[in-house]
């Protein structure tokens, strides 16, 4: 790679949000960090909450020309996403753009699975692939920080993947460990605000992947998003001990899919318990577990080491509803993760979700029913949307009858979950609605219709909510930020290297 390289990486907005100031993009700084570290010049566009976001992507173009620029994208990100692309051909037709993240992972393992069955010809997750193919320079699938750097060999091709665990871009546990930490310095990490029981906090990410295979959840076909790549404790306290030291954060949210899925993972509690008897410090923590993994030795170890909530994606709380997600987790495995977290002091989140095969009043019910018996501390309830690198999407054949409806059959019980065809360039309004009424549902069961399952959620949450006196989180309206034209950008909106970094081995 030669000297002078510059690349501009894009954080869009997530308007479907509603506070976009609150967790950073981790993956795109870890981008950014592994180009840094071979020489390459970063600029990172955070435009999380930026209202005008197409004004600021405009200013930056003209006051620079770089190698390449770099778009990020989940599938509810992707119209925002195709917007900015528009405006970046429009402002300078000859700028070389990459696009990664989520949604191109998603689309290319959908799309795999196709032509693995033999359909050759252009299917769903086939368009899906086909439009990323026609709008983008290069596109990045799966582990993206050894396979951003493939953009600046002139014979790269349009699909780099790094989601192939046989490929040279997938990382292996040591790779995960040795590659440079986030280049949070490239954003203004001071216009995030979050906080874990009063304590500043920020988020992290100790292990990638989840080896589980529920059907509504994203990535449960593709190899990057599905095998389990681990960092030493020794790595994360060390991230821990950075992130206080530079910024003065004293709590922290794991982002992991499921921090238990971590066999060493009181270990790293301990760990972390003594990094704070060390510092002279109190911390707060806060992360995912998984229900059937989660014993008493871990409870106690993750009390010690500051956690005070842990969240738990329980889902359903139907045996039929359960079997039909794969959840794993029986309902008894749900119930003994409360028990065992109000023994030793911990508060439990519980996230729900309903629209599943074979859903019905009747499994809505159930899921009331345990909330409120359960007493839980908090809970969240959504409508699933079944996206390109589910199994709910990816297994989905087109239904015999109804034309742009695709169906989902559960192998075993033959409980059915039909999914309205969706144009996820331009839908963005399917994700997560407002909670006090503003979903939206494209999903139906044999037993209910989407208008039906809008209606029953936001009667749930009704009930659940004045059962237990658990208030609605709008007690902080989301900011919005304005870029203004002819002020140059904002610091909360671009940061870049102050120079090229030093290469210890970078690649050429």
Not at 132 to 140: A, G, N, T
Request: hydrophobic share 35%.
């Amino acid at each position: 790679m030669g000297p002078g390289r510059a690349v501009t990486l894009i954080i869009p907005p997530s308007p479907f949000l509603l506070d976009e100031r609150v967790f950073v993009s981790l993956g795109v700084l870890r981008v950014a960090a592994s180009l840094e570290s071979c020489g390459v010049h970063v600029s990172v566009l955070d435009l999380s909450g930026v209202g005008n976001y197409l004004d600021a992507v405009r200013a930056h173009l003209l006051q620079r020309r770089d190698d390449w620029v770099g778009l990020t994208a989940t599938t509810p990100q992707l119209p925002n996403v195709m917007n900015i692309l528009r405006c970046i051909r429009e402002t300078c037709p000859q700028q070389r753009i990459v696009l990664g993240g989520p949604h191109v992972t998603l689309a290319y393992s959908a799309r795999k699975l196709e032509l693995q069955r033999g359909q050759a010809g252009t299917t769903r997750a086939g368009k899906a692939v086909a439009l990323l193919e026609s709008s983008f320079d290069v596109l990045v699938s799966g582990d993206g920080e050894l396979a951003v750097l493939a953009v600046f060999d002139p014979d790269c091709p349009k699909v780099v993947d790094g989601d192939d665990h046989r490929g040279p871009y997938f990382l292996s546990d040591g790779q995960y460990e040795r590659l440079p930490q986030p280049a949070r310095h490239l954003v203004d990490m001071t216009s995030y605000r979050y906080a874990i029981d009063g304590f500043p906090a920020t988020s992290l990410i100790a292990q990638l992947g989840c080896p589980f295979y529920c059907g509504f959840c994203g990535g449960r076909n593709a190899r990057s998003l599905r095998l389990v790549r681990k960092r030493s404790a020794e790595s994360i306290v060390s991230e821990i001990e950075g992130l206080y030291r530079t910024y003065g954060y004293t709590g922290f949210m794991f982002y992991d899919d499921e921090l238990n899925v971590n066999k060493n993972v009181v270990e790293l509690m301990r760990q972390i318990a003594r990094l704070q008897e060390r510092l002279g410090v109190e911390f707060r923590l806060r992360g995912f577990i998984k229900a059937e993994l989660f014993d008493e030795e871990q409870a106690e170890a993750m009390w010690h080491a500051g956690f005070r909530w842990l969240l738990c994606g329980f889902e359903g709380a139907n045996a039929r509803i359960l079997e039909n997600i794969e959840k794993r987790a029986t309902l008894e495995d749900n119930t003994r993760v409360i028990e065992i977290s109000r023994k030793f002091g911990l508060k439990v989140k519980a996230l729900m979700s309903i629209g599943h095969p074979g859903e019905s009043m009747h499994t809505i019910e159930d899921v009331r029913r345990w909330l409120i018996q359960m007493q839980v501390d908090d809970f969240d309830c959504t409508v699933i949307t079944t996206y390109p690198g589910t199994p709910y999407y990816d297994l989905a054949q087109p239904h015999p009858d109804k034309p742009g409806i695709w169906t989902y059959t559960h192998p075993r019980t033959g409980d059915r979950l039909h999914a309205y065809e969706l144009d996820y360039a331009v839908t963005a309004d399917y994700y997560k609605g407002d909670p006090e009424g503003g979903y939206r549902a494209y999903v139906f069961t044999d037993h209910l219709e989407a208008e039906e399952i809008v209606v029953a959620r936001n009667d749930l949450e009704r009930a659940v909510r004045s059962a237990l006196g658990i208030p609605y989180n709008t007690s902080r309206a989301a900011l919005r930020y304005e870029h203004s034209m002819g002020q140059g950008l904002p610091p909360h909106l671009l940061r870049q290297s102050a120079r090229p970094a030093v290469s210890s081995g970078s690649r050429s």
